[in-house]
């Protein structure tokens, strides 16, 4: 059937296929944001709970290297701040991508179902092109 779609059209659904790759990308991020987020959560808690004379290490790559308890926890305090603002831009970028995926959706309905002879129903510009 994409062979018989008017060029508005295709390119319509072409901008819907894009839409679609980046909101599974961005959800991807998000997913990703929030496991580090808990970690980081659960880390933090547990620091928390320990006495701040305990010999502590941190992984630096392959390494484990000794740490203090402030700079561990400052550290980790700051990662949790910037995790949970990611998240949060992440969750905004996801609905503005929902959004314009919909809209898209609806202009791409409207113009199949108004479609053949004349064009879309509503809207501006039936014939112009890029």
Known sequence: MQGNLPPEAQEKLEELQDLQETAQKVA???EQAESTLTESKTALD???DIDEDTTMYREIGELLVEAEY???YDELSEKV???EVRVEQLGKQEE???EQFESLQEEL???LQGGGAGGPPMGPGG???A
């Open 81 to 83: 701040d910037s995790l």
């Open 46 to 48: 547990a620091l928390e």
């Open 70 to 72: 402030d700079e561990a």
């Open 28 to 30: 991807a991020q998000k």
């Open 109 to 111: 309905q409207q113009m």
């Open 127 to 129: 014939a112009g092109g």
């Open 96 to 98: 503005r991508v929902e």
